[in-house]
Nanobody, 122 residues
Framework: QVQLVESGGGLVQAGGSLRLSCVAS??????FGWFRQAPGKEREFVAA????????YYADSVKSRFTISTDNAKNTVYLQMNSLKPEDTAVYYC?????????????????WGQGTQVTVSS
């Protein structure tokens, strides 16, 4: 059974940085993604990475500020978030999509973590 556990969220001032981690137990050949959901809004795509780590994709809103990476030996995905803005405040979820390629839409993902809160103060 696949389980995803995120960590690393917290409260940070605007302009600061946070690094999220997500460990996947029971993972087979699948790619990782990060999504986020702000209060009253739909869950939205943030970033994704292929199985090999060779391909990444970002939402325009986080491009050049966030970096996704993976360590397959540890079945772990990371999201380095720099230059954080108040509008980045949300619950961040990691997810797994079957297959080796980058997946950028919610329906492609079949396993989700419980989420970690990120709050950016102005």
């Amino acid at each position: 059974q696949v389980q995803l556990v995120e960590s690393g969220g917290g409260l940070v001032q605007a302009g600061g940085s946070l690094r999220l981690s997500c460990v996947a137990s029971g993972r087979t050949f699948s790619s990782f993604g990060w999504f986020r959901q702000a209060p009253g809004k739909e869950r939205e795509f943030v970033a994704a990475i292929s199985w090999s780590g060779g391909s990444t994709y970002y939402a325009d809103s986080v491009k050049s500020r966030f970096t996704i990476s993976t360590d397959n030996a540890k079945n772990t995905v990371y999201l380095q978030m720099n230059s954080l803005k108040p509008e980045d405040t949300a619950v961040y979820y990691c997810a797994l999509a079957p297959g080796l390629r980058v997946a950028t839409t919610k329906p492609q993902y079949n396993y989700w973590g419980q989420g970690t809160q990120v709050t950016v103060s102005s």
